[in-house]
């Protein structure tokens, strides 16, 4: 059923995300227990956001109708259509990387703290990608059917989900999905900021930030890898560490592997916390105008993209 074995993590993470948000549900802890419980089901949540990141790019079964159900499980595990996911991130970030056509370039954000600009990103993206994809969905709607006619089924199902949820109890549909499913998003999104900023998009390697530590990418499914991601997104997961060693590593400037998340993170954003590229020079951010139309600039490649999605036999 399952093109590649490794993919048995994908659906941990899922089962896990639904054992904790059921469990808080029925169980319903105390405050001093529903406080980690809720963090811990928020960290999962962003991991099934990843999964829903590497399946619009990798598709997990063989079956089409397998993807298909497959999908619409991890739009309810990351709380948002995947689906909708593609335009916006594979038409535009990876293919107009930190230019004005990428709606996700860390260049919107320009505070003079860096944590700001890490916190924020975010609420400075999110307009300019939910609006693309807006727009993309009413132009693939005739020209792709098949796709849009999936991507109402998770709409469907994810918001139909949630309003059924906050029916019954919104307290408990608050602090188990709505929240969890927030922070999903904003870390899916966030990471961007991480993996781009500082770096040189115009190098065939170094455009992106790694983070290369074994038990960080056992458990993000290998999100670390992002500059091999970039160079061949449709590559399996799994299979990233081994082509990053063979085809990044060595033309990579080594300041662009990262061993350890939270020392970078510690050291972009608290000490010293200053907005640096990759060789040290802070960033300058030059020129920094309004989106470009990605939307038009992708209509004719967009249907091999979409139909990508969701494919097998």
Same mark, same amino acid.
């Given at each position: 059923?399952?093109?590649?074995?490794?993919?048995?993590?994908?659906?941990?993470?899922?089962?896990?995300?639904?054992?904790?948000?059921?469990?808080?549900?029925?169980?319903?802890?105390?405050?001093?227990?529903?406080?980690?419980?809720?963090?811990?089901?928020?960290?999962?949540?962003?991991?099934?956001?990843?999964?829903?990141?590497?399946?619009?790019?990798?598709?997990?079964?063989?079956?089409?109708?397998?993807?298909?159900?497959?999908?619409?499980?991890?739009?309810?595990?990351?709380?948002?259509?995947?689906?909708?996911?593609?335009?916006?991130?594979?038409?535009?970030?990876?293919?107009?990387?930190?230019?004005?056509?990428?709606?996700?370039?860390?260049?919107?954000?320009?505070?003079?703290?860096?944590?700001?600009?890490?916190?924020?990103?975010?609420?400075?993206?999110?307009?300019?990608?939910?609006?693309?994809?807006?727009?993309?969905?009413?132009?693939?709607?005739?020209?792709?059917?098949?796709?849009?006619?999936?991507?109402?089924?998770?709409?469907?199902?994810?918001?139909?989900? /949630?309003?059924?949820?906050?029916?019954? *109890? +919104?307290?408990? @549909?608050?602090?188990? $999905?709505?929240?969890?499913?927030?922070? #999903? &998003?904003?870390?899916?999104?966030?990471?961007?900021?991480?993996?781009?900023?500082?770096?040189?998009?115009?190098?065939?390697?170094?455009?992106?930030?790694?983070?290369?530590?074994?038990?960080?990418?056992?458990?993000?499914?290998?999100?670390?890898?992002?500059?091999?991601?970039?160079?061949?997104?449709?590559?399996?997961?799994?299979?990233?560490?081994?082509?990053?060693?063979?085809?990044?590593?060595?033309?990579?400037?080594?300041?662009?592997?990262?061993?350890?998340?939270?020392?970078?993170?510690?050291?972009?954003?608290?000490?010293?916390?200053?907005?640096?590229?990759?060789?040290?020079?802070?960033?300058?951010? /030059?020129?920094?105008?309004?989106?470009? *139309? +990605?939307?038009? @600039?992708?209509?004719? $490649?967009?249907?091999?993209?979409?139909? #990508? &999605?969701?494919?097998?036999?």
């Amino acid at each position: 059923m399952l093109r590649f074995r490794t993919d048995w993590r994908t659906i941990g993470v899922l089962c896990t995300f639904a054992a904790l948000s059921v469990g808080g549900w029925v169980l319903n802890p105390r405050w001093y227990l529903a406080v980690p419980w809720v963090m811990v089901t928020c960290v999962v949540s962003w991991l099934c956001a990843v999964a829903a990141h590497n399946t619009v790019h990798s598709p997990v079964f063989a079956k089409r109708w397998q993807n298909r159900l497959f999908q619409i499980w991890v739009s309810l595990s990351y709380g948002f259509p995947i689906s909708e996911y593609v335009p916006g991130h594979n038409l535009s970030h990876h293919r107009y990387t930190q230019q004005r056509e990428d709606v996700m370039r860390t260049t919107k954000v320009q505070f003079k703290s860096n944590l700001l600009n890490f916190l924020l990103f975010f609420f400075y993206v999110g307009p300019g990608v939910t609006i693309g994809n807006y727009r993309y969905t009413k132009v693939m709607k005739e020209r792709l059917p098949q796709w849009s006619r999936q991507l109402t089924v998770e709409i469907a199902a994810v918001w139909g989900t /949630k309003a059924v949820l906050l029916m019954l *109890d +919104w307290r408990k @549909a608050l602090l188990f $999905v709505i929240i969890p499913h927030f922070f #999903a &998003v904003w870390g899916i999104t966030t990471v961007n900021y991480l993996q781009h900023d500082g770096c040189d998009e115009g190098h065939p390697v170094n455009h992106s930030r790694n983070f290369v530590g074994r038990f960080f990418n056992w458990c993000t499914l290998n999100n670390g890898y992002h500059g091999m991601h970039h160079l061949q997104p449709g590559l399996h997961w799994s299979l990233l560490p081994q082509a990053h060693a063979e085809r990044v590593k060595p033309t990579l400037d080594p300041r662009l592997d990262e061993p350890s998340l939270a020392l970078y993170m510690f050291r972009a954003y608290v000490y010293p916390g200053k907005r640096l590229r990759y060789d040290g020079a802070p960033v300058v951010v /030059k020129g920094e105008g309004p989106d470009r *139309d +990605w939307v038009a @600039a992708t209509r004719e $490649v967009a249907a091999n993209e979409l139909g #990508a &999605v969701g494919s097998g036999s």
